[in-house]
């Protein structure tokens, strides 16, 4: 059967690229042209003839794989996206196989309890009351946590802040926006709570900068001053965000102090953990997120510190209620009241046509097991902190902040323009793959541990490659 035998072929061809990219015997980027990708991945050829199995399969999976960035690589320390562990692209196949778009659970009934009990698995990390099985006894009570997972956080957080604009103006899918509405972030907060608010259609005007210290991280005994500011604006906030971590430099916000400040003024208080909330995972890390159970919302990026692939985001509530009235549409071929055995997420998304999402991050948890998945988040965050331990003490080189998760802010003592210089010019070698952040008005060299094959070794060899300049 010519599936198996191609499946077979590509299988081979992925072990190959595993093994060589776990040894670092090719570069970890190369960035070549576009138009010449085009060219050399024979695309317009293949498209004309079509026959994509068997020896072009072969060819045309290697020649892609030859220029792929590669995640496996224990040099590649440049962003947040996770070096998926194999039994989560299994998953992933699987998915892309059945296709099972299971927003409506008669279109992917092993999907969607999939869905409903990692959603579950990840409430409970929470501290959160999971939801009882629809079907199972105790189903239908109230007063549990509820969820659903999205194609990635930024989408997560539009949701979440969706579910917060609906429990304080539910007239909003009526009449649109009343003009008062406002949402409270740090500056430091990830560009999708700024787009969030801009497709809400609050406009940027609408968000207000919660007051932080030198290292970007909320101080919550300053927080009043805002509520004051907004009071006198005469507005009301639809939720206030906090970072847990934030993206550029990987610090937590005091989660505690703000949900006590939230909980007296009766805001809703949302959490992008989107990368950080994998210290959940973990005994000795959980209380990185002290304070989380007492917030409304939680993004978690299950593609980020879970080792699942792109995308897996779950969006999670204290309060299921809250999700579920978030959006306030009927489409009568796919939402009517049914005698069903299962569960409709369809209800809490954006989407429609949603995919299997669950299963990436499943089949990870499932391989690793709990434990394992939690000894992996502790393992990148003892790299980082050796790393920072390491680096704090070169005096060439300076860190932004002692590290408090995976995410290491460091540069030459020099100029932004030589930090530039020199990341384009080990990016065009292809020897390490690292990104930047600007913070307190500086450029700084971004590391970012999400391999569990990276060390002290690449770090040292790393200085190494930026001191010969
Ligand atoms: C990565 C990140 C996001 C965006 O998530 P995507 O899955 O990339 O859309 C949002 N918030 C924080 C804090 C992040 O680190």
Redesign the pocket.
């Known amino acids: 059967m010519s599936f198996q035998r191609d499946a077979r072929i590509v299988a081979r061809e992925l072990a190959r690229y595993y093994r060589e990219s776990r040894a670092g015997v090719k570069p970890v980027i190369d960035q070549r042209p576009l138009h010449s990708l085009v060219g050399e991945l024979r695309l317009a050829e293949l498209a004309a003839q079509g026959g994509l199995t068997g020896r072009r399969l072969r060819r045309f999976t290697r020649d892609y794989l030859e220029r792929t960035t590669r995640l496996h690589h224990p040099a590649y320390l440049a962003h947040?996206v996770a070096v998926p562990h194999p039994s989560g692209s299994l998953g992933s196949l699987v998915d892309g196989f059945t296709n099972n778009a299971m927003a409506i659970y008669e279109m992917g009934p092993a999907a969607a309890a999939i869905e409903f009990f990692v959603i579950n698995w990840l409430l409970e990390k929470v501290d959160w009351q999971p939801a009882p099985y629809p079907g199972a006894a105790g189903a239908g009570a109230g007063g549990h946590g509820g969820g659903v997972l999205t194609h990635?956080?930024?989408?997560?957080?539009l949701t979440a802040l969706i579910a917060a604009r609906s429990r304080l103006a539910p007239e909003v899918w009526e009449k649109g926006n009343p003009a008062d509405l406002a949402i409270l972030a740090p500056e430091a907060?990830?560009y999708?709570?700024a787009r969030a608010a801009g497709i809400l259609g609050l406009g940027h005007r609408a968000l207000y900068k919660l007051p932080t210290d030198e290292r970007g991280v909320v101080q919550p005994d300053r927080l009043p001053g805002v509520w004051d500011r907004l009071a006198g604006d005469g507005r009301r906030a639809v939720a206030l965000v906090a970072?847990a971590?934030?993206?550029a430099l990987g610090l937590y916000d005091p989660l505690e102090e703000i949900a006590e400040f939230c909980a007296a003024h009766g805001l809703w208080f949302h959490v992008?953990?989107?990368?950080?909330a994998g210290a959940l995972l973990s005994g000795e890390l959980r209380h990185l997120l002290r304070g989380v159970r007492r917030a409304d919302s939680l993004?978690w990026?299950l593609?980020?510190l879970a080792r699942a692939p792109?995308?897996c985001?779950a969006v999670l509530v204290r309060e299921a209620g809250t999700l579920d009235r978030a959006f306030q549409q009927e489409a009568s071929y796919l939402f009517h009241e049914k005698e069903q055995p299962g569960f409709d997420f369809i209800h809490r998304t954006v989407e429609c046509t949603k995919a299997g999402l669950g299963l990436r991050f499943f089949a990870v948890l499932a391989a690793l097991g709990e434990r394992g998945l939690a000894a992996y988040v502790e393992g990148v965050f003892r790299a980082t902190r050796e790393a920072y331990e390491h680096i704090a003490v070169q005096p060439e080189f300076e860190c932004a902040a002692p590290p408090q998760s995976n995410i290491l802010c460091f540069r030459l003592k020099a100029e932004d323009e030589r930090q530039m210089a020199l990341r384009a010019r080990i990016l065009a070698e292809g020897s390490f793959y690292l990104s930047t952040a600007s913070h307190g008005g500086k450029r700084w060299l971004r590391l970012v541990f999400m391999n569990p094959d990276t060390g002290l070794a690449e770090v040292k060899r790393l200085l190494a490659r930026l001191r010969a300049g």
Do not use: F, M, P
């Not at 990635?152 to 957080?157: D, E, F, I, K, M």
């Not at 992008?272 to 950080?276: F, K, L, N, R």
């Open positions: 947040q990635g956080g930024s989408l997560a957080n907060s990830h999708s709570v970072n971590c934030s993206t992008d953990g989107a990368h950080g993004v990026d593609h980020k792109t995308v985001a």
